[in-house]
């Protein structure tokens, strides 16, 4: 895959030491539709790999309704890492969509600023359920469509948004994941997104 | 990107070993609370212990810990919870936890937006 991004650094970059408060914002879709590179290409560490296990009571069901004893469940993710300023840090969590991944997304989405619902329009299936469970939370989100070269059927933000019958205050945006430029600025719709909700809820007493 | 589906740590034994057997994590350590080491490793301390504050001369958030650690988040909680208790580790957690549905302040966003402005 080509790349317009500079090289990330091998080696572990340490935070500054005057960092004081972590930001989340998570970044989901279907497999494949590129949550990674979107996060590569903004990230200043090469993105990470981590797992989280579900040992916790009360979680033991499986969705085909079986009980899972003993066994945990354990489920990757990737994540990549903005210093904004002195000591501001904000991660990017990449998380499956799919609908059996719903303990992880509970986990990660508690306390996140936002989300991005990245799109992938040959597959738009794999969105409804990501933006169902987004809306169930009311975490605030915005659509990113990832043009794909391939992408030879362009359908519109607009057609897109009929599709997933997504709601006209809810931001849409294209974008390449591949490019830094273009990631930032998926990042800056939905923070616009925010701050433009948040200064409304304070104008309102 | 390859798909990848839920993978199995494969080594339960090693997890139950690092942690004594125990499975409860302290939930007071988000994923981005940045854990920051008030003293170096000492002899006969438990390995995984000692590389944290090794990785931790530096503030290093819980997921970071864990990704460079291989291992499990629930697990990496259990090891700070550890720590913090014997006053080895400081955590600077995130703001105030707030219900999922509340936004945050507008000042706050606002040095957020500037912030990916100047990237």
Known sequence: ?205 | MTPRKPVDTGSPDRLYTVTSGRSRADDSFDLVTLIVAESGPSSGMQSEHARILELCRHPTAVVEIAAELGLPITVVRILLGDLLGTGRITARHPHAARSLAALPDSALLKEVLHGLHNL
């Open chain 1, 1 to 205: 895959m080509g790349s317009t991004t500079s090289e990330l650094p091998q080696q572990r970059i340490p935070l500054t030491d005057t960092a004081e408060t972590g930001l989340k914002i998570v970044i989901v879709g279907g497999f494949g539709v590129g949550k990674t590179t979107l996060v590569r290409s903004v990230s200043e560490i090469r993105p990470l790999n981590t797992e989280e296990v579900m040992t916790q009571a009360g979680v033991g069901v499986d969705e085909n309704g079986a009980v899972a004893s003993k066994t945990s469940t354990t489920v990757a993710f990737d994540f990549g890492r903005i210093s904004l300023n002195a000591t501001m840090v904000l991660y990017l969590f990449g998380a499956p969509g799919q609908e059996r991944f719903w303990f992880l997304w509970d986990r990660l989405f508690s306390g996140t600023l936002g989300a991005v619902v990245l799109v992938d329009t040959r597959r738009m299936d794999d969105s409804w359920y990501a933006i169902d469970r987004l809306e169930h939370h009311r975490t605030p989100f915005v659509v990113a469509v990832n043009r794909f070269q391939d992408d030879e059927r362009r359908y519109s933000l607009e057609e897109i948004r009929q599709a997933l019958a997504l709601p006209a205050h809810v931001p849409m945006v294209d974008c390449d994941a591949r490019l830094r430029q273009s990631g930032k600025d998926v990042l800056i719709t939905l923070v616009d997104h925010l701050y433009d909700m948040a200064t409304a809820q304070e104008a309102t007493p």
